[in-house]
C-alpha cells in the first residue's frame, strides 16, 4: 500500500483539502481579528482625539497676546503629556500651516514640518484622517487617527493621536499560536482517520495492481486472494482467470519474440517497420546503424533519421501502395550508399510500411574506382601511344629516307613503347596486390642485402647526374619479415625517384634502424621536395605534381601506389616528410623478424 500512486493520489487529496480547510479558516479568523484589533485601536484613537479637541481650543487662540503664545504652548504641551501619559499613546498637536505645536514624544522645536503627513491631509478635506506607517521620529509602524479642530478666530489646527502597531501585532502573535496549534492537531487527527479508511479500500486494487505488472513483466504470481463480496471481489476472480489463460498465451509469444529477434538482429539489412501515422514500430541493428539512427520506437520516423529520401519514400509507399525503390545516400556519421524498398503492410487499412535497406557503398566505391582507373588509364596510355603514331607517321610521310634523323624517330618509337611496356607491368603489378593475387614468399629478409642490390642498380643513373648514394646501415644486423622482392621493388621505386628527382651534385642517402620492433628503412634526398598540399594523396594512383615534368622523366605515376600497397601487405606502413625546395624523407615502417 505505500507503493500505491493511487492511495497517495486520494490520501494527498483528501490531506490537501483538509489542510485547505483549516489554512482557510485560520486565514480568515486572522484577518478578521487583525480587522477587529485595528477598528478598536481606531476607536480608541477617535475618542482619545475627541476628548481632547474640546481641551485645546482655548490654548490655540490664535489672537492672544504675543507675550502668552509662549505660556499657551507650554500649557499645551502638558496637557498632551498628561494625557498621553494616562493612555500609552502618542499625541500631536498641529497647527493649520503643518507647525507641530505640540508633541508627547518629543519636543516640538526639534521636530519637521508635519504638512504633508497624509492622515492631516486627509483630515483637512474630510474633518478626520486616518494611516498607517512608518513613523520618521520613532522609527516604528504606528496608526495615526488625526480630527480637525476649528478655533475661535476661524482658523484650524490638527489633534494626532497614534499608536504602536507592535502592540497590535502581539496580540496578533498570541491569537495565530491558539489557531495554528489548533490547526496542526485539526491536520493530525484528519490525517489518521483518512489513511485508515483510504487504506482499507486500497489494499486489495494494490494487490490486483502487483499481479498485472508481474504478469506484464513476464513474471509469474500467486493468484490474488481478496476476501471481498463486494465488486472488488468479484473484479479479483475474474483476473484469477485471466491469470492463468495468459500465463500459457505469454510463454508461446514470448518464444516466437526470441526467434524473430534473432533473425532480424542476424541480418546484414537495415528493417524497419513503420505504422500508419509514420512511427517507427521496430528497427533492427543494421538500419540503425546505416541510418545513425538511436534506438527509439513509437516516435516519428522523419525525427529519429533526419532523412527525407526515407521520408518520402515512406509516405509514398503509405499513400499509393505500390512498392517504391528509390537509392540516396545516408547523412550520418559514416556516409553510406543505400538502396532502399519499401513494400506496404496488408490490412485495411494499412497499419503501415516495412522498409528494407541495403548498403551499397562498397559496390559504389568499386564502381568509381572502376571508372577512375579506366580514365586514368586511357589518359596514361593516350601519351605514349600518340608520340609512336605521330613518328610512325613522319617516318611513313620521307622521315624513313632521312639519314640523319630517321634512327632518332626510331628511338623515340623505342622510348615510348618501353614507357608503355612499363605501364602496363606496373598496372598489372598493382592490379595483382591491390586484389591479394600476388604470391608473397614472407620470409626473414636481410636488409643489408637488398639495399646493396637496389643501390647498384640505382648506381648509373646516380653516377650520370653526379648524384652521391650514401648508405649509413646501424651497427647491428637488422632483419625484416618480408617478401625479398616486394622489399626489393619497394626500395627501387623510393631510390628512382630520389634520383629522378633530385638535381645534379645532388646526394642520397639510405639509412635504416630498430624502433619499437619495427625496422625504420630511411631514403632521404636533396631533391626539389613536396608541397604540402600535394602530401596527402602523392601516393595515389596516377597522381603526379608536376605532370609534365614527371613524363619528362619517364614516370608512370603508379610507383608510390605500389610501394604503399606492398607495405601493407607486409603488415608495415610508409609516410613522408618532406620541405618543398630541400628535399624529401620517405620512412618504411616493417616488422622486425623475432631472435
Same mark, same amino acid.
Given at each position: 500500500m505505500?507503493?500505491s500512486r493511487?492511495?497517495?493520489? *486520494?490520501?494527498?487529496?483528501y490531506?490537501?483539502l483538509?489542510?485547505?480547510?483549516?489554512?482557510?479558516v485560520?486565514?480568515?479568523?486572522?484577518?478578521?481579528?487583525?480587522?477587529?484589533?485595528?477598528h478598536?485601536?481606531?476607536?480608541?484613537?477617535?475618542?482619545t482625539?475627541i476628548?481632547?479637541?474640546?481641551?485645546?481650543?482655548?490654548?490655540?487662540?490664535?489672537? @492672544?497676546?504675543a507675550?502668552d503664545?509662549?505660556?499657551?504652548?507650554?500649557q499645551l504641551?502638558s496637557?498632551?503629556?498628561?494625557?498621553?501619559?494616562?493612555?500609552?499613546? +502618542?499625541?500631536? *498637536?498641529?497647527?493649520?500651516?503643518g507647525?507641530?505645536?505640540?508633541?508627547?514624544?518629543?519636543?516640538p522645536r526639534?521636530?519637521?514640518?508635519?504638512g504633508?503627513?497624509? $492622515?492631516? *491631509?486627509?483630515?483637512?478635506?474630510?474633518?478626520?484622517?486616518?494611516?498607517?506607517?512608518?513613523?520618521?521620529?520613532?522609527?516604528?509602524?504606528?496608526?495615526?487617527?488625526a480630527?480637525?479642530t476649528?478655533?475661535?478666530?476661524?482658523?484650524?489646527?490638527?489633534?494626532?493621536?497614534?499608536?504602536?502597531?507592535? @502592540?497590535?501585532?502581539?496580540?496578533?502573535?498570541?491569537?495565530?499560536?491558539?489557531?495554528?496549534?489548533?490547526?496542526?492537531?485539526?491536520?493530525?487527527?484528519?490525517?489518521? /482517520?483518512?489513511?485508515?479508511?483510504?487504506?482499507?479500500?486500497?489494499?486489495?486494487?494494490?494487490?490486483?495492481?502487483?499481479?498485472?505488472?508481474a504478469?506484464?513483466?513476464?513474471?509469474?504470481q500467486e493468484?490474488?486472494r481478496?476476501?471481498?463480496?463486494d465488486?472488488?471481489?468479484?473484479l479479483?476472480?475474474?483476473? &484469477?482467470?485471466?491469470?492463468?489463460?495468459?500465463?500459457?498465451?505469454?510463454?508461446?509469444?514470448?518464444e516466437?519474440n526470441?526467434?524473430?529477434?534473432?533473425?532480424?538482429? &542476424?541480418?546484414l539489412?537495415?528493417?524497419?517497420?513503420v505504422?500508419?501515422?509514420?512511427?517507427?514500430?521496430?528497427?533492427?541493428?543494421?538500419?540503425?546503424?546505416m541510418?545513425?539512427?538511436?534506438?527509439?520506437?513509437g516516435r516519428?520516423?522523419l525525427?529519429?533519421?533526419?532523412?527525407?529520401?526515407?521520408?518520402d519514400?515512406?509516405?509514398?509507399?503509405?499513400?499509393?501502395?505500390?512498392t517504391?525503390?528509390?537509392e540516396?545516400?545516408?547523412e550520418g556519421?559514416?556516409?553510406?550508399?543505400?538502396?532502399?524498398r519499401?513494400?506496404?503492410?496488408?490490412?485495411?487499412?494499412?497499419?503501415g510500411?516495412?522498409?528494407v535497406?541495403?548498403?551499397?557503398?562498397?559496390?559504389?566505391?568499386?564502381?568509381?574506382?572502376?571508372?577512375?582507373?579506366?580514365?586514368?588509364?586511357?589518359?596514361?596510355?593516350?601519351?605514349?601511344? @600518340?608520340?609512336?603514331?605521330?613518328?610512325?607517321e613522319?617516318?611513313r610521310?620521307?622521315?624513313?629516307?632521312? $639519314? $640523319?634523323n630517321?634512327?632518332?624517330f626510331?628511338?623515340?618509337? $623505342?622510348?615510348?613503347?618501353?614507357?608503355?611496356?612499363?605501364?602496363?607491368?606496373?598496372?598489372?603489378?598493382?592490379?595483382?596486390?591491390?586484389?591479394?593475387e600476388?604470391?608473397f614468399?614472407?620470409?626473414?629478409?636481410?636488409?643489408?642485402?637488398v639495399?646493396?642490390?637496389?643501390?647498384?642498380?640505382?648506381?648509373?643513373?646516380?653516377?650520370?647526374? &653526379? /648524384?652521391?648514394l650514401?648508405?649509413?646501415?646501424?651497427?647491428?644486423?637488422?632483419v625484416?619479415?618480408?617478401d625479398?622482392?616486394?622489399?626489393?621493388?619497394?626500395?627501387?621505386?623510393?631510390?628512382?625517384?630520389?634520383?629522378?628527382?633530385?638535381?645534379?651534385?645532388?646526394?642520397?642517402?639510405?639509412?635504416?634502424?630498430v624502433?619499437?620492433?619495427?625496422?625504420?628503412?630511411?631514403?632521404?634526398?636533396?631533391?626539389?621536395?613536396?608541397?604540402?598540399?600535394?602530401?596527402?594523396?602523392i601516393f595515389?594512383?596516377?597522381?603526379?605534381?608536376?605532370?609534365?615534368?614527371? +613524363?619528362?622523366?619517364?614516370?608512370?605515376?603508379?610507383?608510390?601506389?605500389?610501394?604503399?600497397h606492398?607495405?601493407?601487405?607486409? &603488415?608495415?606502413?610508409?609516410?613522408?616528410?618532406?620541405v618543398?625546395?630541400e628535399?624529401?624523407?620517405?620512412?618504411?615502417?616493417?616488422?622486425?623478424?623475432?631472435?
Open positions: 505505500w507503493s493511487l492511495f497517495w493520489k *486520494i490520501f494527498a487529496v490531506i490537501g483538509s489542510l485547505a480547510l483549516a489554512t482557510g485560520l486565514y480568515v479568523v486572522n484577518a478578521s481579528q487583525r480587522y477587529e484589533l485595528k478598536q485601536t481606531e476607536q480608541r484613537l477617535y475618542e482625539a476628548i481632547l479637541r474640546s481641551h485645546i481650543r482655548d490654548c490655540l487662540i490664535g489672537d @492672544a497676546p507675550g503664545l509662549s505660556d499657551q504652548q507650554a504641551q496637557l498632551v503629556q498628561r494625557l498621553a501619559d494616562q493612555t500609552q499613546l +502618542r499625541i500631536t *498637536i498641529v497647527d493649520s500651516s507647525v507641530v505645536q505640540a508633541d508627547s514624544e518629543r519636543s526639534l521636530m519637521l514640518d508635519h504633508n503627513r497624509p $492622515e492631516l *491631509i486627509e483630515a483637512a478635506d474630510e474633518t478626520m484622517g486616518t494611516a498607517t506607517r512608518l513613523s520618521p521620529t520613532l522609527r516604528v509602524e504606528m496608526l495615526y487617527v480630527l480637525k476649528e478655533l475661535d478666530d476661524g482658523s484650524h489646527a490638527f489633534v494626532r493621536v497614534a499608536a504602536r502597531m507592535d @502592540a497590535i501585532s502581539e496580540r496578533m502573535a498570541n491569537t495565530r499560536r491558539y489557531l495554528l496549534t489548533f490547526t496542526l492537531l485539526f491536520g493530525l487527527l484528519t490525517t489518521v /482517520i483518512t489513511y485508515l479508511l483510504i487504506g482499507r479500500i486500497i489494499h486489495p486494487l494494490a494487490l490486483l495492481t502487483r499481479n498485472v505488472q504478469i506484464s513483466d513476464g513474471k509469474s493468484l490474488a481478496v476476501h471481498s463480496s465488486e472488488v471481489g468479484t479479483s476472480a475474474a483476473f &484469477n482467470q485471466m491469470q492463468s489463460e495468459l500465463a500459457t498465451r505469454f510463454g508461446q509469444l514470448r516466437r526470441e526467434q524473430l529477434s534473432t533473425v532480424l538482429g &542476424n541480418l539489412e537495415g528493417i524497419i517497420a505504422d500508419a501515422n509514420e512511427n517507427v514500430v521496430m528497427a533492427n541493428d543494421a538500419s540503425r546503424r541510418l545513425s539512427m538511436p534506438e527509439a520506437v516519428p520516423l525525427e529519429l533519421t533526419r532523412c527525407r529520401p526515407l521520408h519514400a515512406v509516405r509514398k509507399c503509405l499513400s499509393t501502395g505500390a517504391v525503390k528509390t540516396f545516400v545516408s556519421a559514416v556516409r553510406r550508399d543505400l538502396a532502399l519499401a513494400t506496404r503492410l496488408p490490412g485495411y487499412p494499412s497499419p510500411v516495412l522498409v535497406l541495403h548498403d551499397i557503398s562498397e559496390l559504389r566505391r568499386l564502381e568509381s574506382l572502376r571508372h577512375q582507373f579506366v580514365a586514368n588509364v586511357s589518359h596514361e596510355l593516350k601519351t605514349p601511344l @600518340a608520340s609512336i603514331k605521330a613518328y610512325a613522319t617516318l610521310n620521307g622521315a624513313i629516307r632521312d $639519314e $640523319e630517321n634512327l632518332i626510331v628511338n623515340r618509337i $623505342e622510348e615510348q613503347a618501353e614507357r608503355l611496356h612499363q605501364l602496363i607491368v606496373d598496372m598489372l603489378h598493382i592490379a595483382r596486390v591491390e586484389a591479394g600476388e604470391a614468399d614472407i620470409t626473414q629478409v636481410a636488409v643489408q642485402n639495399v646493396d642490390a637496389s643501390v647498384r642498380m640505382s648506381a648509373q643513373s646516380a653516377k650520370q647526374k &653526379n /648524384i652521391r650514401l648508405v649509413e646501415p646501424p651497427p647491428e644486423r637488422v625484416v619479415v618480408a625479398e622482392n616486394g622489399l626489393r621493388t619497394v626500395l627501387d621505386n623510393l631510390l628512382s625517384n630520389a634520383v629522378k628527382y633530385t638535381p645534379e651534385d645532388g646526394k642520397v642517402t639510405v639509412r635504416w634502424s624502433e619499437d620492433q619495427q625496422c625504420i628503412l630511411e631514403v632521404q634526398d636533396t631533391g626539389i621536395g613536396i608541397a604540402p598540399e600535394h602530401q596527402k594523396r595515389e594512383r596516377f597522381y603526379r605534381v608536376d605532370e609534365a615534368r614527371s +613524363r619528362d622523366l619517364g614516370g608512370t605515376g603508379l610507383g608510390l601506389s605500389i610501394v604503399k606492398l607495405c601493407l601487405s607486409f &603488415n608495415g606502413s610508409v609516410e613522408l616528410q618532406s618543398w625546395g628535399g624529401t624523407t620517405f620512412r618504411v615502417s616493417l616488422p622486425v623478424a623475432a631472435d
